[in-house]
Each structure stands twice: as structure tokens, then as C-alpha cells.
T-cell receptor
Framework: GEDVEQSLFLSVREGDSSVINCTYTDSSSTYLYWYKQEPGAGLQLLTYIFSNMDMKQDQRLTVLLNKKDKHLSLRIADTQTGDSAIYFCAGTGAGSYQLTFGKGTKLSVIP | SQTIHQWPATLVQPVGSPLSLECTVEGTSNPNLYWYRQAAGRGLQLLFYSVGIGQISSEVPQNLSASRPQDRQFILSSKKLLLSDSGFYLC??????????????FGPGTRLTVT
């Protein structure tokens, strides 16, 4: 089945860019997602990218997909303290409506 | 617009007691429904999913069960809780199979502490 890996922690200064990386194993993943989880809350879908795209930009968020290397990244420009959260990468594996989540990257923004 | 509700928000239960967590979705029909558990370490573990009333698939064998008595209601249960059942339980929904992009939308979660 699908396996999704992320680094566990990232610390950046306010105003800098954050880059959160993710690797996945299932090359047939059709969609790849980024979710955000604030403390004590559910997951909020931030953005997703279809597997035939290389890049998707949405305001401060840029998603890059390297399908050859099975590598996905989320770049947050001008990171703010409100961006502090856990960010999950997820992919559709076998069974297109099921998602496999990474363990999440905890982003800490230093004022 | 669609909304998803979970209750209770927090729950403290003794070992061996029963459990019932409820999830309801509004504003959509025939959604796919999911139960996840998020234990310490933050990983999300898919417990159950359902593509229709009475249709439940279990991903992980354990002392939990799920039921879907109505189209937009998903219930997570246990007859006897274990300490290891403590965690943050998340319900999610997605458009029916064959929808545009399969993204899942999550409820606010239930924090369960088994003592």
C-alpha cells in the first residue's frame, strides 16, 4: 500500500518562507493533498494537486510535485505565527477514495 | 454548504466502559464516511470507512466497531475500552466514489481519555 513520509519538525522565523517536504511510494496516486491541523482541532484541507501537474499556486501556498522522484513539497511564503500548526501530506493509494497520511510536520514560527 | 459534526468534544471514560462517538454530516447525500484515530506521535490511523448505509470496512482489527444507521450518520463504538484506545478521534467525509478529487473534510474531533 501507499506509504507517505514527512520530516517531523520545522522551525522558521516570521516572514521567512517555509518548505515542508513529503515523499510517497505509490506512483499511481492520483491526487496529493496538504492538510493543516491547529492544536486541538480537526484537519483542514489547504490544497491539493493532481498528479499530472508540476506546480500549483494559491496565494501564499505553492505546491511542487516531482512525480519522477515521488516528492511533494508545500511552500508557505511570508510565514506568519498563525501558520504554526501540524501539516499533513496525504495521497490516494489503492482504492481511490482512501487517503494515506504522513505523520505530519510540526511547523513552529518564531516571532 | 456542507458541515460535519462530532460529539462529544471531549470524553473521559474508565477502562472497561462502553463507548459511543457520533458523527453527522449535513448538506450532502451519500457521502463516504471515515473514522480516524490520532494517537500521541500525531499519525493518523484509518479505522473504518463506509461507502453507504450498513456498509462498513475495517482497516485495523481491534475492539472498536463502527455503524452507519443513516446516510449521514457514522457511529464509533466499543463494548469495553482499553487504555490504548485513548486518542483524538476524527470523523471525515468525502464525495461519493467517482467524485472529482476525493478530498476528505474533517470534523472537529473527539478527545478520548481512558483512565
Amino acid at each position: 500500500g501507499e506509504d507517505v513520509e514527512q520530516s517531523l519538525f520545522l522551525s522558521v522565523r516570521e516572514g521567512d518562507s517555509s518548505v515542508i517536504n513529503c515523499t510517497y511510494t505509490d506512483s499511481s496516486s492520483t491526487y496529493l493533498y496538504w492538510y493543516k491541523q491547529e492544536p486541538g482541532a480537526g484537519l483542514q484541507l489547504l490544497t491539493y494537486i493532481f498528479s499530472n501537474m508540476d506546480m500549483k499556486q494559491d496565494q501564499r501556498l505553492t505546491v511542487l510535485l516531482n512525480k519522477k522522484d515521488k516528492h511533494l513539497s508545500l511552500r508557505i511564503a511570508d510565514t506568519q505565527t498563525g501558520d504554526s500548526a501540524i501539516y499533513f501530506c496525504a495521497g490516494t493509494g489503492a482504492g481511490s477514495y482512501q487517503l494515506t497520511f504522513g505523520k505530519g510536520t510540526k511547523l513552529s514560527v518564531i516571532p | 454548504s456542507q458541515t460535519i459534526h462530532q460529539w462529544p468534544a471531549t470524553l473521559v471514560q474508565p477502562v472497561g466502559s462502553p463507548l459511543s462517538l457520533e458523527c453527522t454530516v449535513e448538506g450532502t447525500s451519500n457521502p463516504n464516511l471515515y473514522w480516524y484515530r490520532q494517537a500521541a506521535g500525531r499519525g493518523l490511523q484509518l479505522l473504518f470507512y463506509s461507502v453507504g448505509i450498513g456498509q462498513i470496512s475495517s482497516e485495523v482489527p481491534q475492539n472498536l466497531s463502527a455503524s452507519r444507521p443513516q446516510d449521514r450518520q457514522f457511529i464509533l463504538s466499543s463494548k469495553k475500552l482499553l487504555l490504548s484506545d485513548s486518542g483524538f478521534y476524527l470523523c471525515a467525509w468525502s464525495v461519493p466514489t467517482g467524485g472529482p478529487s476525493y478530498e476528505q473534510y474533517f470534523g472537529p474531533g473527539t478527545r478520548l481519555t481512558v483512565t
